[in-house]
Nanobody, 125 residues
Framework: QVQLVESGGGLVQAGGSLRLSCAAS????????TGWFRQAPGKEREFVAS????????YYSDFVKGRFTISRDSANTTVSLQMNSLESEDTAVYYC??????????????????WGQGTQVTVSS
């Protein structure tokens, strides 16, 4: 069973930045697309960003485009989400997800097979 571990969440003031990271327990992490989703209290889980196996393809939800950047490290062992210009509406639990079927970007949670436990991001206004 693959385990995904997120890190980097925390409390930040509006306008600030945080960097989330996701690492997997096995070496196939680099072979598939990886995504970030988030869930705020009382709301459905929603797509944030996705990156292809190669790292060349990226896709963002409209509400984070221009503020968040998803990337893979050079060793292709972690996927990061750099979050800038944070807003109170960005407060949520952020989840890393990895597909074991697709290599291209996707915004559908159904395309992802493994999920992390989530990391809390709280933005104070």
């Amino acid at each position: 069973q693959v385990q995904l571990v997120e890190s980097g969440g925390g409390l930040v003031q509006a306008g600030g930045s945080l960097r989330l990271s996701c690492a997997a327990s096995d070496r196939t992490f680099s072979n598939y697309a990886t995504g970030w989703f988030r869930q705020a209290p009382g709301k459905e889980r929603e797509f944030v960003a996705s990156i292809s196996r190669s790292g060349v393809g990226t896709y963002y939800s409209d509400f984070v485009k221009g503020r968040f950047t998803i990337s893979r490290d050079s060793a292709n062992t972690t996927v990061s989400l750099q979050m800038n210009s944070l807003e109170s509406e960005d407060t949520a639990v952020y989840y890393c997800a990895q597909s074991r079927r697709f290599t291209i970007v996707s915004s559908s949670p159904d395309d992802y097979d493994y999920w992390g436990q989530g990391t809390q991001v709280t933005v104070s206004s």
